[in-house]
């Protein structure tokens, strides 16, 4: 599946849950853009207010905070995933730090 949804994936180094996230998108056959985000304290004060969560990853879809790799897998299991996957994003959506 190719998903025309803008697919952002905030991560660090070292991080077995980004690893997570990432490996559900790619065998969704999602394309997802990844923001590293270490060493970028701006962008990580942004994600907390952003998602309400201080962990990584935090995955947003056409804008929409889903949360983590566990929000991300169970949004999968409950069958919701493909749907997001598959909405255009809004094209006056607001900008997101990339
Ligand atoms: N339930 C979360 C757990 C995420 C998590 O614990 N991530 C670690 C990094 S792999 C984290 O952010 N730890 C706190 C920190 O680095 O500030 C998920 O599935 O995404």
């Known amino acids: 599946m190719t998903a025309p949804a803008d697919v952002l994936v905030y991560t660090t180094t ?34 907390v207010e952003a998602s309400k969560q201080r962990t990584v990853p935090q995955v947003f879809i056409n804008g929409r905070s889903v949360g983590g790799f566990s929000d991300l897998a169970a949004l999968e299991k409950a069958g919701g995933l493909d749907a997001l996957l ?8 607001p900008p997101m730090p990339r």
């Open 86 to 93: 598959a909405e255009a994003p809004e094209p006056d959506a």
């Open 14 to 47: 070292y991080c077995p849950y980004c690893v997570r996230a990432k490996a559900l998108l790619d065998k969704k056959g999602a394309s997802y853009t990844e923001v590293e985000c270490t060493e970028r304290p701006e962008v990580r004060d942004w994600l």
